[in-house]
């Protein structure tokens, strides 16, 4: 019997527009910008290419401009990877929130992975 996973989330300021950032976290073409080396769609599902090898999400829910959430193929029904957009009360800044699951040891170093991804996002989007 698998571990259950635990649920992280992690905060990234992003200096852009929501909607500008949207179209990075939830089209193929915003994706394969700074996720993944190729990513295709059809219908609900996008499929995701490094190094050769694919790997496919569906799409379980999208709220224009505020969350996309995705669910691998290879994870549980109950489990799923998020992207949400907030924007500061305080000082308008968005902010981009990961809502993942992790084995409990492996929860740092899937933030570092995050990271890491964002760091490409922000250089994409030149933020």
């Given at each position: 019997m698998s571990k259950k996973k635990i649920m992280y989330s992690v905060e990234f300021p992003i200096r852009c527009s929501p909607g500008i950032l949207f179209?990075?976290?939830?089209?193929?073409?915003?994706?394969?910008?700074?996720?993944?080396?190729?990513?295709?769609?059809?219908?609900?599902?996008f499929f995701f290419t490094w190094n050769g090898s694919t790997e496919w999400a569906e799409v379980l829910e999208n709220v224009e401009n505020e969350f996309i959430r995705y669910r691998w193929e290879y994870y549980p029904s109950?489990?799923?990877?998020e992207f949400s957009i907030e924007q500061s009360p305080v000082t308008s800044e968005t902010i981009l929130r990961i809502t993942d699951f992790a084995d409990k040891g492996d929860i740092k170093d899937q933030e570092q992975l995050w990271s890491s991804q964002i760091s490409d996002l922000k250089h994409r989007i030149g933020a």
């Open positions: 179209e990075f976290l939830s089209t193929p073409v915003g994706l394969q910008e700074w996720f993944a080396d190729r990513v295709d769609q059809k219908d609900q599902k109950d489990e799923f990877f």
